[in-house]
């Protein structure tokens, strides 16, 4: 499995931008595509998730209500609609796969060692 997010770039606080991640190889095993984000100094976290069963579409706190995660099953593309951006959301986004969606106890995979395989990152820079 093969991931390539794009779409990154500067946008100003209160603008959208939507970022795209094309999966290719073996996508029947995809449980799941997740968005991670990692800002300068800190940790890289987790963003979103859709699940490849139901559609389920799974946020942060810090992006709900903001983001909106979705797929377009024709081309193999996810995408994450980012909207109202704020400074803090300067990150470096990635895009991953896992193999299943939920936890046994039900939660979407949040932690990166659930996901598989990774894309590349792609740079958003929130400025005024």
């Known amino acids: 499995v093969q991931l390539q997010a794009c779409g990154g770039g500067l946008v100003q606080p209160g603008g959208s931008l939507r970022l795209s991640c094309t999966v290719s190889g073996y996508t029947s095993d995809i449980g799941a595509i997740g968005w991670f984000r990692q800002a300068p100094g800190k940790e890289r976290e987790w963003v979103s998730l859709?699940?490849?069963?139901?559609?389920?579409?799974y946020y942060a706190n810090s992006v709900k209500g903001r983001f909106r995660i979705s797929r377009d099953n024709r081309d193999n593309t996810v995408y994450l609609q980012m909207n109202g951006l704020k400074l803090e959301d300067t990150a470096v986004y990635y895009c991953?796969?896992?193999?299943?969606?939920?936890?046994?106890?039900?939660?979407?995979?949040?932690?990166?060692?659930?996901?598989?395989?990774w894309g590349q990152g792609t740079q958003l820079t929130v400025s005024s």
């Open positions: 991953a796969a896992a193999g299943f969606a939920y936890g046994v106890n039900g939660g979407p995979f949040a932690r990166e060692d659930e996901y598989d395989y």
């Open positions: 859709i699940a490849s069963s139901d559609d389920g579409a």
